[in-house]
């Protein structure tokens, strides 16, 4: 019997992988059906195949391309990149690794963004202002560093190459990646800046300045150019700051940083001497400042070793040249820049020495030589017991001082507390200041009578009751000033006299201020005021009349001006006629 061969089993076939419509797609990806069109047609999902009609067909891995197509243009990436990223024509963590530094320069850009528009907006920026801002976001580090470092070049020329020059080079503001709103303001306000040419020639005479008095002995230099003040722009302050935290520490600028060093610390010495004579009230342009001013001289003399006649003691040749080194530095601009230097690129900003550098300077003016204005006093003192020297009033001074008293109380009586914040002819004071300062006057010239002068300058003098506190100062002074004896009585090399006209002179000009601070009209006698007119004129004609002295220039009067406003205009107060 014959049997039929059993076939042999078909071998396994694979399943026809299932294609995709562009719809199934769509639902299986979420992605619309006019981007999966779109991307399929740049290579990024290729069909599989079509239909005899032309209709696409996907397989399953187009599925998986989408996904990871999506998910890198939701990163960023562009089409093509993510098409190379996709056939395996570069690799992921390359791309990667590029996209996230472009994302990091973006993120950059949109932090300034946003604190641009804060800054606009804390600011109440204009049109103009916006669209400067608009370029600051638009431009790259190295623009922004090169629009200052231009500056600099242009502003400093051929003398670029002094410690001066490298600082001010070494020092360019450097915008962070995350700025302040702080920072974008002071950038705001360099980029305007750099535009002034009173700044370019400000920075080129400081530099010209350096330049001719560097020493000649290079191992000295961070001993000489240190303590002069138009060393970084400032007295060695902000500018010196701004370069520290800039030098890389190689030879040169090794060698600037400690230059710079040494200038800071000597700012920081002058600065703490004058700061505390001014918190004591003590005046530049009184015999005392004198000390200070020695004591400043002396840290400063040692650091002048090497440099091109440098002088070797106290006296008109090194106060000449402190002074001018002074003058030099006191720009207003020049100590701005600086500033927003130091803003900008993080680093502690210095508070503005101009106050105290135009105390000092007024002191050095008043003191071209040591003691200078101690030996005019006492040569005037002298004078008064000159043989053939008019003989001192009596009793009349006192009494005039005292009447001199009276018509300010009167004018502080019509003071209410709605006037105390109102300016006054002095400009640092306000009206509350400007009564203090009438108390203290009274409390501390009637000490000095009595040998016991009080130092609470800084005290409030005033209490809850100004016109109280007036009253028992000048009660005080009276007191003192009619002790027997008192007027002829000596006061180191000045009589009593002295004192008396002194405090009478400054109840005069202070009652006056009050007067036109409060809308009232002085009512001091004009023989009082015409009798110390020569006084005055005697005392204080010579004093320099400087930003930081205690008097501004001789003012011009209208014709027919009453004595009193005579005096308040030759003590520097402008003087406006009233009908």
């Not at 690799?91 to 950059?108: F, G, K, Q």
């Amino acid at each position: 019997m014959h049997s039929e061969p059993v076939p042999a089993p078909a071998p396994d076939l694979a399943p026809e992988p299932v294609l995709l419509t562009i719809g199934a797609m769509a639902e299986r990806t979420g992605l619309p059906v006019k981007l999966i069109r779109h991307w399929s047609d740049l290579g990024i999902a290729p069909p599989a195949d079509r239909t005899e009609a032309g209709y696409r067909r996907y397989g399953p891995e187009a599925v998986a391309r989408l996904d990871l197509a999506r998910t890198l243009r939701d990163l960023g990436l562009g089409l093509s990149t993510i098409r190379d990223v996709l056939d395996r024509e570069r690799d992921l963590p390359e791309v990667a690794a590029v996209h996230a530094d472009a994302l990091e320069a973006r993120i950059r850009t949109l932090r300034l963004r946003q604190a641009v528009l804060r800054s606009v907006a804390r600011r109440g920026a204009d049109a103009a202002e916006l669209t400067a801002l608009d370029e600051l976001v638009r431009m790259s580090a190295a623009e922004r560093e090169a629009i200052v470092g231009a500056f600099v070049a242009e502003a400093l020329g051929d003398v670029g190459t002094s410690s001066f020059g490298r600082g001010l080079l070494a020092a360019l503001p450097e915008l962070p990646a995350d700025p302040t709103a702080e920072q974008v303001d002071a950038w705001c306000e360099l980029s305007a800046l750099v535009r002034d040419p009173a700044l370019a020639a400000a920075l080129r005479r400081m530099a010209e300045y350096a330049a001719g008095y560097a020493p000649a002995d290079a191992s000295t230099a961070h001993a000489s150019t240190a303590g002069n003040g138009a060393e970084d722009g400032n007295g060695a302050g902000a500018g010196s700051q701004a370069q520290n935290g800039n030098h890389d520490g190689d030879g040169s600028q090794a060698e600037d940083r400690s230059q710079a060093e040494a200038a800071e610390r000597l700012t920081d010495a002058w600065v703490r001497r004058v700061s505390a004579a001014m918190d004591g009230g003590l005046a530049p342009d009184s015999p005392a400042a004198d000390a200070v001013v020695t004591a400043v001289v002396a840290e400063w003399l040692p650091l002048q070793s090497g440099t091109p006649g440098a002088p070797d003691r106290d006296g008109p040749a090194a106060r000449a040249r402190l002074l001018e080194q002074l003058e030099m530095a006191a720009d207003a601009r020049a100590e701005r820049y600086w500033q927003l230097v130091c803003v900008i690129n993080g680093l502690p900003v210095r508070p503005s020495l101009a106050p105290a550098g135009a105390w000092l300077i007024t002191a050095l003016r008043t003191n071209p030589t040591p003691g200078a204005r101690a030996t005019a006093l006492e040569a005037l003192y002298d004078g008064d017991a000159a043989p053939g020297a008019p003989e001192p009033p009596g009793t009349g001074l006192v009494d005039a001082f005292a009447s001199v008293l009276a018509e300010v109380e009167r004018l502080v009586t019509a003071v209410g507390p709605d006037r105390f914040g109102d300016p006054t002819p002095c400009a640092d004071w306000d009206v509350r200041a400007l009564l203090d300062h009438l108390v203290w006057e009274n409390l501390i010239w009637a000490g000095l009578a009595e040998g016991s002068p009080p130092t609470d300058h800084g005290a409030d003098h005033l209490g809850a009751d100004p016109l109280a506190a007036f009253r028992a100062a000048a009660s005080a002074t009276m007191t003192a000033f009619r002790r027997p004896g008192m007027l002829e009585r000596r006061y180191g090399p000045a009589p009593g006299r002295r004192l008396v006209e002194q405090l009478l002179i400054e109840m005069l000009v202070h009652g006056w201020d009050l007067a036109m601070a409060t809308g009232q009209r002085p009512g001091f006698a004009e023989e009082t005021v015409e009798a110390v007119l020569p006084s005055v004129r005697e005392i204080y004609g010579a004093l320099p009349r400087t930003p930081g002295g205690s008097f501004a220039p001789e003012a011009p009067v209208p014709d027919g001006s009453s004595a009193t406003d005579r005096l308040a205009a030759f003590l520097g107060r402008r003087v406006v006629r009233t009908p």
